[in-house]
């Protein structure tokens, strides 16, 4: 029958905070009665925001509207959504407006944000099928496919009219809204020629770039007449040699004037998180026509679409099956090195706000179904949906890191570096890889600095097979490497 019981974790006193897996089975006289079980249980910290709205905060991701889900980012440290895929028919034209004058808001869904306290980054973008330039260019369509809704408005003043309707509906409720999403992918503008899935082939625009700075124009035009406060974000450019032609035409045509801030789009699967990484490449290669005789982008940059652990599926990577620390739940053999997941996501975000994002939106949290196909592109949680210790890991870095900013990187030896963030009161240093330093250095430094684990657990040096060590500081401490050898 049903006992009463409960699980002590301070039997861990060190270790309290991650993931933990229980097995259990029934025995009887040391013999099994039932086939093992498991259960995994999070323990993470409250968040510092938990129940309030964190409008500054750089921590973003994309996630469906469901409780569950929404409590998780929420608890995991994520203050701000982007509504691209999770979330494209709350705000997307071809959703709100599929007959001329004849809308179909989703509130229900928007309010669920809200009232979970995540703020939004709202889409201004897709088209329905009678504004659509895909409706005279390619008549025989049926504009049923994900590429066919994102194809260019044939009416710039549709299309104001659109933006003008979802704003003002949403004024104080949504106040950051993005441009389409990557215009430069040749099937929906592009730069060039493309075929959809079918074969059927795309007619992409003569001059893409120019046509999309137009159009940030209208709604940029449009958005502040209805809400003066409101941010309009441009561009949504990507890395390489496509993005930063894509940059260097949408700002010789003048999309910057018609912009707040600048976003653009960036997956690894690389190691990073110190100079020189591919973070910093992706950054130069998008933003570098914006940075012409200066040292940043003239305006804020927001990374609207990334990660740091996957290329996706599509890409061909299909090793992560996302299955987390389960294991007799499993009918495969589960060899995920899950702290490395963990991990090189954090690296992702810390270097890019030290190259100085202002804002992060990981893709994605909505990415999951069950443990019977490889999700891809999934952050935070399991195939199934439930915690993976990436929520865990990413709890501790924004604990961290929230209300902070960044400061400077500098060497600690051995390949590793320290990226510092402050508030002026207290500080942390991000240490990412193996710092060269003996056992009597490290225990000299933790007289002076406080250090925890990649999962937040106190720690008087690095854990083995991490390599990410967060310290503790007093004040603004100007170069923690000293402190190793003071």
Not at 125 to 131: E, R
Not at 256 to 283: I, M, N, Q, S
Not at 397 to 402: F, Q, R, S
Request: aromatic share 12%.
């Amino acid at each position: 029958g049903n006992a009463p019981g409960s699980i002590g974790y301070l039997r861990f006193p060190d270790r309290e905070l991650g993931q933990f897996r229980l097995e259990l089975e029934v025995r009887k006289n040391d013999r099994p009665l039932s086939p093992p079980a498991e259960l995994i249980v999070t323990r993470i910290s409250r968040p510092k925001y938990w129940k309030r709205d964190a409008p500054d905060s750089p921590f973003g991701i994309r996630v469906l509207p469901d409780a569950p889900s929404l409590r998780a980012v929420k608890a995991a440290g994520m203050n701000w959504v982007r509504l691209h895929d999770a979330g494209t028919e709350y705000t997307g034209w071809f959703y709100l407006e599929p007959e001329k004058g004849k809308w179909l808001f989703r509130d229900a869904e928007i309010r669920a944000y809200r009232q979970n306290h995540l703020k939004i980054f709202g889409q201004l973008g897709t088209a329905p099928h009678w504004a659509s330039y895909l409706s005279k260019a390619a008549p025989e369509k049926q504009h049923a496919s994900y590429h066919d809704r994102y194809f260019q408005p044939l009416r710039q003043e549709d299309f104001r009219n659109y933006v003008s309707t979802v704003v003002k509906r949403y004024r104080g409720c949504i106040d950051d809204w993005f441009i389409w999403n990557e215009p430069w992918v040749p099937a929906w503008w592009g730069i060039g020629y493309a075929k959809d899935t079918r074969g059927g082939a795309y007619a992409t625009s003569s001059n893409p770039q120019a046509d999309f700075a137009a159009l940030t124009r209208t709604a940029f035009e449009a958005a502040k007449k209805e809400n003066p406060a409101v941010r309009i974000s441009g561009f949504n450019t990507t890395a390489g040699r496509e993005g930063s032609e894509w940059t260097k035409g949408v700002l010789e045509a003048g999309g910057l004037a018609a912009c707040d801030t600048v976003d653009f789009h960036f997956y690894t699967e690389r190691k990073t998180g110190f100079p020189g990484d591919a973070c910093g490449e992706a950054w130069r290669q998008a933003l570098g026509p914006l940075m012409e005789g200066r040292a940043a982008p003239c305006k804020p940059v927001l990374l609207s679409e990334g990660q740091g652990a996957s290329l996706g599926s599509a890409a061909g990577d299909t090793s992560m099956r996302y299955a987390g620390m389960h294991n007799l739940s499993l009918p495969w053999k589960n060899e995920e090195d899950f702290n490395s997941v963990a991990e090189r996501n954090v690296r992702y975000i810390v270097s890019f706000l030290s190259l100085g994002v202002r804002r992060i939106f990981l893709y994605s949290a909505h990415c999951y179904s069950d443990f019977s196909q490889a999700p891809s592109f999934l952050v935070l949680f399991n195939a199934n949906g439930t915690p993976h210790p990436m929520l865990a890991a990413c709890s501790a870095m924004t604990k961290h890191l929230e209300g902070k900013r960044f400061s400077k990187t500098e060497p600690m030896g051995n390949g590793a570096w320290s990226h510092l963030f402050t508030d002026g009161t207290t500080s942390t240093a991000v240490i990412i890889g193996r710092a060269a330093a003996s056992d009597r250095q490290w225990e000299k430094a933790a007289r002076k600095m406080k250090f925890y684990d990649l999962y937040g657990n106190p720690v008087k040096r690095p854990v083995p097979g991490q390599e990410v060590l967060y310290a503790e500081l007093p004040g603004n401490t100007g170069n923690v490497s000293v402190l190793f050898q003071s």
